[in-house]
């Protein structure tokens, strides 16, 4: 089974444009031996030199390339084609199984832990031997004792550099002999050539070796990789972690009701299933029978359980904690809102931002930019008139001090690391560089209706609305779907009023419903549809009128978000500027500002009018964050400087934001900014550490201070 990522629209379409007739099919490969920026232009080009190919991006965190072929009625490339191009330049490649990577990842890390132990060990023992040698007059030491010293610490360096360089040996040999080169090619070379100087050292009797040097090199440089093992597999778990939640199997009850089990991927929309206590609900449905609570914390983050009741949707991965519930399936397994977030969040990772790509096609002159620095170095000092071992020496020196581990990997490692811990909190990175833009913002627009409020509106509870009345109007509203007969039906079930639904309802659009029984007419919708004068309650949205009673008004109101004004002063304390800009209602604006602590609102906006203030602030400098729903603030989500969008089961692939998060909470707002600004930090910290870090200490010799000016422009 592959796991298949999305295909960008746009780039649907300028396939679909090329070829009318094709058919586009995304493949992703599992390539390990992806280690630096140079194997992802390597990997790339190889891959787009295929015919069939649209396009294809490996990623360096996830060492992984996803293959976007564009299929015709005649031919087009399979996987075993993909493989085979991969092959020939060096790389070994499979595609991708669920699961299998990161299993396979969890297993090169402990491939890694014992190598990290014996090159220690020997590091530790060949750093006792050194110091005997080093302290104290080194004069006044025979020469033959210093030897054996030497020849010790050789026959435990030998066969421990042999065993723990491994990882980096096999890395260098497969890109060589595939005539390319990586950042293992640079550190192999110099641990061999430390080792073997340090060999052919021992054999003439000279004061200097190198083998603590090279085992204390190797030691350090597996420790980094493991660790850098270790957060992938942290990592990449996030997204594929989604799919082992699912149910494996689902309960199904057939129109007969007989049962039978069968697995969760072959349900279909249609089927009733039923969900024992403390099983995960194998599909996304509505309940139709049962009353239980729900933990929804996979879905939107919130530890607080949701009540349920028939007419309840609810989600595939989501576990059952009260009773039985009877669920009848809306969708198929690749459509739940579960599988939406596993692909959402692999489309993230494997997309590159700006400082990602940056990193890249530094790390893409890197390494060849190493080996000429390192010959440079070596034919300066011996025009200076050094012997070819202090010359070596140094060119070995720059071969280690200027490996492009730090800045091949710690952008793309910050990247990855920063949008798992967001999906942990619910929160969802869309676009390739949505958190570098994040990190910028400066200000902070929010729309009202169904991001600073809820979805839902309710009943207004200062009403006074009799049980009985509520009884009868809900028995009504039940049989629609419109947001203020739901809400009848929602205030009923909150007071634990049991709902007989009256048959017979007919509904008029845009006007309401109509019930009539022996003659006598009930009407419940518009003040217009029931005859209610304008001065009976100017604030009813809804109206009922009994049989030859006098209409009751319902008033609504949008649910603020329970923590809305605490985002918004957590917001303006942290320097954000704050503005609330809506279409509804000035006094319903007003409200809603009042209760999420916002003094810069605006009512009754025009989209267009929404987008002239966005560009009057982008006019002044500001780097805008516009919060909408993602539904009818696109145009405005489009125009502000990065996106942000709450949504529901079926808004969560239209939104057009660059982040969307889950939940009736605001806090992922803040969450979001905070943590990109810290993965902005740290990226640029890592840039100018790997720079400062390898500028620094190529200075150490005089005649090396010569090539650093063409080093650094390398960098």
Known sequence: MEAALIVPPAQQQNASLQNPTANLETVTLSVPEIVCGNCIRTVETALRSIRGVSAARANLGLHRVTVTLRRTDSAGPDVPDLVAALKNVGYTAAELVEGT????????????????????????????????????????????????????????????????????????????????????VPISLGIVLATAMSLFQTIQGSEQVYFDAATTLVFFL??????????????????????????????????????????????????????????????????????????????????????VAPGAHVHAGTINGGGTLHIRVTVAAENTLLAEIGRLMLAAEQSRGRYVLLADRAAQIYAPAVHVLG?????????????????????????????????????????????????????????????????????????????????????AEDQNIDSKLLARVASLAVTSRHPYAQAIVRAARDRGIVIDAVEGVQEVPGSGLSYIEEGREERLGSAHWVGAGADQNAEASLWYKPADEAPIGFRFIDLIRPDASETVNALRDAGYAVELLSGDRPQAVARAAA???????????????????????????????????????????????????????????????????????????????????????????????????????????????LLSISYAVFC
């Not at 190598?115 to 004069?139: D, K, P, Q, Y």
């Not at 710690?410 to 798992?420: I, N, T």
């Open 222 to 307: 597996l420790i980094g990789r493991t660790l850098d093992e270790s957060m992938r597999v942290r990592a990449r778990g996030a997204a594929e972690n989604l799919l082992s939640l699912r149910a494996m199997s689902a309960t199904v009850i057939s129109e007969d009701g007989s049962v039978r089990s069968l697995p969760a991927r072959a349900l279909s929309p249609g089927m009733r299933v039923a969900v024992a206590a403390g099983e995960r609900i194998p599909a996304d449905g509505n309940i139709v029978s049962g009353v239980s609570e729900i933990d929804e914390s996979l879905i939107t983050g919130e530890t607080v359980p949701r009540s």
């Open 101 to 184: 990577e990161t299993a396979a990842s969890r297993g090169r890390t402990s491939e890694l832990i014992p190598r990290v132990g014996v090159a220690g060990f020997a590091a530790a023992n060949i750093m006792l031997l050194s110091v005997s040698v080093w302290s104290g007059e080194v004069s006044d030491m025979d020469s033959s004792v210093r030897d054996l010293f030497h020849w010790v610490s050789a026959l435990i360096a030998l066969p421990a550099i042999a065993y723990a360089g491994q990882p980096f040996f096999r890395s260098a040999f497969s890109a060589l002999r595939a005539r390319r080169l990586n950042m293992d």
């Open 375 to 459: 010959l440079l170095t070596f034919t300066g000092w011996m025009l200076l008139g050094s012997g070819w071992e202090l010359s070596l020496t140094h060119a070995i020196a720059v071969l280690i001090i200027t490996c492009p581990c730090a800045l091949a990997l710690a952008v793309p490692a910050v990247q990855v690391a920063a949008m798992s811990r967001l999906f942990r909190r619910g929160v969802i990175v869309k676009a390739a560089d949505g958190l570098e833009r994040m990190g910028e913002i400066d200000s902070v627009v929010f729309d009202k209706t169904g991001t600073l409020t809820l979805e839902q509106i309710v009943l």
């Open 595 to 705: 209760a999420s602590a916002i003094t810069d609102w605006q009512g009754a906006l025009r989209p267009s009018e929404k987008l002239e203030r966005i560009g009057e602030l982008r006019a002044k400098g500001r780097k805008t964050l516009m919060v909408g729903d993602g539904l009818n603030d696109a145009p405005a989500l489009a125009a502000g400087y990065a996106s942000m969008s709450p949504a529901s089961a079926v808004d969560i692939s239209q939104a057009a934001a660059d982040v969307v998060f889950q939940g009736d909470r605001l806090e992922p707002v803040v969450e979001t900014l905070k943590v990109a600004q810290a993965a902005r930090r740290m990226a640029l910290q890592n840039f100018a550490i790997a720079i400062g870090y390898n500028l620094s200490l190529i200075h150490i010799s005089e005649p090396t201070r």
